[in-house]
């Protein structure tokens, strides 16, 4: 199995503070830093844009994790890229032409991910998957932090794990992402998923380093 990585979310930093939280979960041990953008259209909610992926970015060596939640992605991609985004992922419910977004964002220097919601089906990724570096599938639905994970995500990590295998594709990363924590760490590990995103599961706690260990350690190798 691919190695596990926990990308801790800044959707539950402090704002007003984020180059020190940023230190501060890496220290912990993370692998990852997973921002999301939002765009109060695609979802019910606004968050951050390409000045503060830049103005985050001299703060951490770790990969910054962009997960775009915002319609008309095409727009915005050269933007996160040149800010210093290291994936870029766009939801295909976004995507009227889903196969130009990701040579987009591959021809700006990123990695592309692809994700989906809830009930959105593995279908979607058939003629797509083959370029791309990362799923990732939305265990809850996009907008909040904090949400109770969707236990029909996992037979679909399952399905999408074994679907990447088969064609060749083990190098792509299943992430997962709301709703992770101790509980449902193992869950989303078995089935197949390798980065873990974690808001609430790591910066509600006081000590981010004991809550990612705690997370790790219950997801197994
Ligand atoms: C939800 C975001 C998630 C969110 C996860 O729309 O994409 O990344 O921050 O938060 P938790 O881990 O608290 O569910
Ligand atoms: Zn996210």
Not at 35 to 50: A, E, K, R, Y
Not at 105 to 126: H, M, R, W
């Amino acid at each position: 199995m691919a190695d596990l990585i926990i990308a801790p979310s800044i959707l539950s930093a402090d704002f007003a503070k984020l180059g020190e939280e940023i230190r501060d979960v890496e220290q912990g041990g993370a692998d990852w830093i997973h921002v999301d953008v939002m765009d109060g259209h695609f979802v019910p909610n606004i968050t951050l844009g390409p000045p503060i992926v830049q103005a985050i970015r001299p703060h951490t060596q770790l990969t910054l994790d962009v997960h775009l939640m915002i319609s008309r992605p095409d727009d915005y991609i050269r933007a996160f890229a040149q800010a210093g985004a290291d994936y870029i992922s766009v939801h295909v419910e976004a995507c009227t032409h889903l196969h130009r977004t990701v040579q987009l964002i591959k021809s700006e220097g990123a990695k592309a991910g692809v994700v989906l919601n809830p009930a959105t089906p593995l279908a979607t990724l058939e003629h797509i998957v083959e370029d791309i570096d990362l799923v990732l599938l939305m265990t809850v639905n996009p907008g909040f932090g904090g949400q109770r994970f969707i236990p029909s995500s996992v037979p679909k990590i399952s399905l999408l794990r074994r679907l990447l295998d088969e064609r060749g594709l083990g190098h792509v990363h299943v992430e997962v992402d709301g709703g992770v924590n101790e509980d449902t760490a193992p869950l989303v590990r078995q089935a197949g998923a390798n980065v873990l995103v974690a808001g609430n599961a790591v910066f509600a706690q006081d000590d981010r380093g004991r809550a990612i260990s705690r997370i790790r350690s219950a997801a197994g190798t």
